[in-house]
Every structure is written in C-alpha cells, then in structure tokens.
C-alpha cells in the first residue's frame, strides 16, 4: 500500500513539473523571450530537480512556483549570473574576506559565511557586492546540485554601521526566490542587543516557509549546530583556518595517505630541497597541487604483468561496497554518481569508485579528500588507458568513523605524450581549465536500526557504557531544556517591566502637558 502511495506521488510530482514547464512556456514566453538568459529556459525545460525546487518551496502550488521561476530567472539575466566568473568581480572584494565558503555543519551542510564587521554600506558599491554572492552562490551550485547551504552571519565586533538591511534582504531574496531549497539553516551568532529591531524585520522578509530555519546563538550555543573543527578561534572552535585570496578558500580537498605510503605535495617538494623525500607533507590548500613522487608513465607494461596486476586488483577490491550510479563526465564516468556510502560494521568500511575513460587518450586522474587521516585510498593517483576502467578503493582506516561533513574530489585530464611524461610534472603544468572535477558526498549509514532491534528483543544491557552514555545525554537535554525555559521566562519578565515602564513614561508625559499653562 505504500508503495502504491508513493508511486502515486511520484507520478503527480511528474505530472506538476510537466504543468509548469507546459504553463511556463505559455504564459510568460509566448511575447517576453529577451526577458531570460536562454541557457536559463533550456535548464528549466530538461532539469526535473530544478522544477521540484521551485514547486517544493511553493508548496506544490504551480500558480506560486510560476511566480518565483519569473522572478528568479529575471534576477539571473539582470546581474548575468550564468557569466560571472572570479574576473568579473572587483579583487578587492575577495581582499576583504567579509564572505566565502569554508568548512561543514554538523548535518554534513556547506557553511556561507558572512564576516558582518568586514561590511561597510556603501551605495556605490552595493551592485558589485551583490554579485559577489551570486558568484558564490552559483559556483557552489555548479559544484554540488541539490546540496544546502547553512549560511553563518559572524556579528561578532559589528555594530549599526555594518547593518545594510538592502544587502541583507538580498541575501534572503537569494534563498528565498534565487536558490530554492539551498537554505539549510540561517545562523546569527554574537549578535549585539542593540540589533534587535533590526533583526525582527529580517524575520519578516523570510516569510513562513523559511522563518523556521532562523537560529540566533550565543558563542556557547553555536556549538549546537557546527563542530569545533569548522568553528574559528574565537566563537570556541579549534579550526585554524584564515582567509587569504588568492587562492578562494574552497573544501581543502588534500591527498590521501596511500596504502603504499603518504604522498608529498608538490609546493614543499619545490620549496624544501633537499629534504628527505619520505617526509609527509600534506597540503592544506585546495588549489596546492599534489602528486606522487615522480615516476614514468608506462603504457606497454608485458601480459604477465598485467595478469598479476588483474589477480592483485581482484583482492583488493574484495568486500568493496560497489556503486549502483554513474556521473557521465566529458572525460571520464565516475561510479558513483554523488556519494561513498560507510558504516560501522566490517563490511561497510570499504567503498569502490569505478572511473571508465570515455575519450580516444590517456587520461591522468587522482583523489583527494577533506579528510586524508581516515581514509586509505588506492591508486589515489594515476592514469586510466582510452576506453578503459580504474578500480579505486577507498577504506576506513583503522578505527576512523566516516561523518556526513566528509568529502572526496576526483581530478582528471587528457595526457599528450603519455609515454614520456612524469605524473608530478604534468599536474604542475595541466591548465586548470582542461582539469575536470567531480565531488562525493559522503553518506553515514544507519546503525540506529539494530539498536532498535535490540531493544524490541531485550538484549540491550541496561547497565553497559551504551547505556550510561544514553543517560548523560537525556541529562544534558533536559538541563539545556531547562537554561532554555529560564531564559524564556526572563525575556518575558523584561518585556512586561519594559513595556510598564513605556506606559509610566505616556502617562507622565500626559500629565506634564494637562499641567501646563495654558
């Protein structure tokens, strides 16, 4: 029966995309063509998960999703979003730092951050700094489709002067009409009383399907929502991140430590001559470029060896979870298509990434990760022969435990003189524009459900550690419950003294002006 419920709502999900593209191309493209970017409208004709966005967060209600499609792609034309690149926006604002991309929730969602002291309001600049989040914005969802934003207004140090309510209320028309679905969560830490009234007309803009995705916290609090790791210094965290451009700040993709031994980078290689080659030394940039330790490339390697390389494949990918999608890339297909699925149990602490080289050369590629302490991958970098496929398999390493926050980039590029080239030296000298990249989400897989079972079966004991943990965090909540309750009835009290004292002030005012002369 569930299953027939859902294949119904699959098909009128189906049926309402069809009605707004059909309604769409009717009503508002019939006389208005130069109103949109025609990149835009071919999108919105062959991207079902861009209509479902859109009619998502109107409620399924076509007239509304209509509306904001109208409004959006009009925005898009307006500031030529689809052309935005790092040139067209002025450097100093990169200089500035007030805004960038770094770091995860603890949900495993990209943090938006808003550096609010960096922000001065200024009207000739409002234009240039409004496409800079739409930069942003559109560069993160170019790079990961479908994933949220949690975005993090920093107030700490801000004052009056750095409250531009027309650039905020454009960052929340960004996620309120511009990027459907993007916003995970909207976090004001630090904020300063004297904020308050400005704040309380933000809520009023973001409207009801957004309001609940507002959190104010205090420096303490904001621990609730994102880890220490990707928290900066001063709001508690232990994440030594500064910004600096160039490069952007980006998901510090790093090497993996290999099977076969740590990987050097290739700045400290250059930097550090001389040194021992077996110092590990990996980078925490994401535009450092890494290699192995320089070898020749050989395509004409003999049948015996390529018979041992078949067996010795065979056992290391045994027990590999393997992938069931496929991304279709311009160089290579990478299977998965979007996320490395780990668990806790021994045989989900190993996944499979099949590359398939869909060109007439020899492509090069490596793997990099957010996270190269946990995971061991194998090859982490290589090449793949045309219309041949590459096993990758990447493990857990020791008793390392996969998070939601964790990340994978897989990096590929056409090889010219194969046979000669050093791996090192090419990805020194490949231009970044014939670099392609795709990333993998990392997927936690639930363990929830056998501890279900167990405590359905009784086999749960009450008096093992499991338990005693379980028991400090009901102890914990119901504390955090209870700071909440005070603190809310300490707001109400001063409400009430606040607006008696506003009564005793009109009255006194009144009485002054009966008593006056006339």
Not at 137 to 145: F, H, V
Not at 267 to 284: I, P, V, W, Y
Not at 325 to 345: I, M, N, Q, R
Not at 409 to 429: C, H, I, P, R
Request: aromatic letters at 10%; one cysteine or more; glycine letters at 6%.
């Amino acid at each position: 029966m569930a299953e027939l419920d859902q294949h119904e709502g699959e098909q009128d999900l189906e049926k309402k995309i069809e009605d707004t593209r059909q309604r769409f191309k009717n009503e508002f493209l019939q006389d208005s063509t130069d109103k949109y970017d025609s990149r835009d409208v071919e999108r919105l004709q062959t991207d079902d998960s861009l209509v479902e966005g859109y009619l998502t967060w109107r409620l399924y209600v076509v007239d509304d999703a209509l509306k904001m499609i109208d409004e959006s792609l009009q925005w898009r034309k307006e500031y030529g979003v689809n052309d935005l690149t790092e040139s067209s926006i002025p450097r100093w604002m990169f200089e500035t730092g007030a805004v960038y991309l770094h770091g995860y929730d603890k949900e495993g969602n990209k943090l938006f951050w808003f550096k609010v002291k960096l922000h001065v309001k200024d009207t000739k600049t409002i234009l240039d700094k409004k496409k800079y989040v739409a930069f942003w914005l559109e560069q993160y969802a170019n790079r990961e489709p479908g994933m949220p934003l949690t975005v993090v207004f920093d107030m700490s140090e801000s004052g009056l002067s750095n409250i531009d309510m027309e650039f905020v209320k454009y960052v929340i028309n960004c996620f309120k009409v511009y990027y459907p679905k993007f916003l995970s969560k909207m976090i004001i830490v630090d904020m300063p009383w004297i904020m308050n009234a400005a704040w309380k007309i933000v809520r009023s803009w973001l409207g009801p399907e957004a309001i609940s995705k507002l959190k104010f916290a205090s420096r303490s609090e904001v621990h609730t929502f994102i880890g220490p790791e990707y928290l900066p210094l001063h709001m508690g965290g232990t994440d030594p991140f500064k910004y600096s451009y160039p490069p952007l700040p980006d998901d510090d993709f790093q090497t993996p430590i290999c099977e076969n031994g740590p990987i050097l980078s290739e700045d400290d290689t250059e930097s550090k001559e001389g040194e021992m080659e077996s110092k590990d030394a990996l980078e925490s940039s994401f535009n450092s470029e890494i290699a192995v330790k320089p070898k020749k490339v050989n395509f004409l390697d003999d049948n015996v060896k390529a018979e041992e390389n078949d067996k010795g494949d065979s056992a290391r990918t045994k027990g590999a979870r393997k992938p069931l999608t496929t991304f279709k890339g311009p160089l290579l297909d990478v299977s998965p298509a979007e996320e490395l699925s780990f668990g806790s149990g021994e045989t989900e602490k190993k996944c499979l990434i099949i590359l398939d080289n869909v060109t007439k050369n020899q492509v090069a590629f490596k793997v990099r990760t957010t996270a190269p302490e946990k995971y061991r991958v194998k090859p982490s970098s290589s090449c793949c022969e045309p219309g041949a496929s590459v096993d990758i398999v990447v493990s857990l390493h020791g008793g390392s435990q996969a998070s939601p926050q964790d990340r994978f980039l897989v990096m590929a590029a056409e090889m010219d003189n194969a046979g000669s080239q050093e791996l090192a030296q090419f990805w020194k000298e490949v231009p970044k524009a014939k670099i392609m990249e795709h990333r993998l989400r990392c997927h936690v897989l639930e363990s929830i459900k056998t501890t279900a079972g167990s405590l359905r079966d009784g086999s749960l004991d009450t008096g093992t550690s499991g338990q005693t943990e379980l028991d400090t965090v009901l102890m914990r909540m119901m504390a955090y419950n209870s700071r909440l309750e005070q603190k809310l009835n300490t707001s109400l009290w001063l409400q009430k003294v606040l607006t008696g004292l506003v009564l005793v002030l009109v009255v006194l005012n009144l009485l002054c002006l009966h008593l006056q002369p006339s």
